[in-house]
Antibody, heavy 120, light 113 residues
Framework: QITLKESGPTLVKPTQTLTLTCTVS??????????VGWIRQPPGKALEWLAL???????RYNPSLKRRLTITKDTSKNQVVLRMTNMDPVDTATYYC????????????WGQGTLVTVSS | DIVMTQSPLSLPVTPGESASISCRSS???????????LGWYLQKPGQSPHLLIF???KRASGVPDRFSGSGSGTDFTLKISRVEAEDVGVYYC??????????FGQGTKLEIK
């Protein structure tokens, strides 16, 4: 059974940098065909894909947010970290990490999500 | 960016009846390998999304056969036969052909009449 759990601050101030960690169990982030992505959802709104890192350390970013995002992985801890700079109140959202399944070209397992509020 | 447009945005359904959700993409999602890079996800109230359908028509593990996906190119449909109360939530389509730049549809809220 694959599980993912997000961790990080629940409240950040405008202009600060958000750092979120996704801890993966039941699957190795270095296994061929595996990736971990981040998706966010503002309250009452739709899902928005942010970034994805593959087993071979290849990385993909949402073009509209690319300048603010950095995704990395720590294979020794089986974790993936997302950094988002210059946070703004419009970035208030639930942030999900999800397990990417290359064969199915889809996110087959999702974390429970973590609500991040941006406010001074 | 590939724009994904779902319809309807709200879908009231009587239990036992069938329901269909449309998802249209602004560009073809047909890969050269013959697969359409389109997935369907369901987000039940208060929960994380979960995968229903991948590659346009393949059911994910554990998904009841009441759920089926069809379509190719730019037009896709999720059909739910014999809707049950547990099917309520928001359904999203997502394209993964254009990398980077994966995009979701706006979501369709299914509710029970």
């Amino acid at each position: 059974q694959i599980t993912l759990k997000e961790s990080g601050p629940t409240l950040v101030k405008p202009t600060q940098t958000l750092t979120l960690t996704c801890t993966v169990s039941g699957s190795s982030v270095s296994n061929s065909g595996v990736g971990v992505g981040w998706i966010r959802q503002p309250p009452g709104k739709a899902l928005e894909w942010l970034a994805l890192i593959y087993w071979d350390d290849d990385k993909r970013y949402n073009p509209s947010l690319k300048r603010r995002l950095t995704i990395t992985k720590d294979t020794s801890k089986n974790q993936v970290v997302l950094r988002m700079t210059n946070m703004d109140p419009v970035d208030t959202a639930t942030y999900y990490c999800a397990h990417w399944w290359t064969f199915g070209e889809s996110f087959d397992y999702w974390g429970q999500g973590t609500l991040v509020t941006v406010s001074s | 960016d590939i724009v994904m447009t779902q319809s309807p945005l709200s879908l009231p359904v009587t239990p036992g009846e069938s329901a269909s959700i449309s998802c249209r993409s602004s560009q073809s999602l047909l890969h050269s390998n013959g697969y359409n890079y389109l997935g369907w996800y369901l987000q039940k109230p208060g929960q994380s999304p979960h995968l229903l359908i991948f590659l346009a028509s393949k059911r994910a593990s554990g998904v009841p056969d009441r759920f089926s996906g069809s379509g190719s190119g730019t037009d896709f449909t999720l059909k739910i036969s014999r809707v049950e109360a547990e099917d309520v939530g928001v359904y999203y389509c997502m394209q993964t052909l254009q990398t980077p730049g994966y995009t979701f549809g706006q979501g369709t809220k299914l509710e029970i009449k």
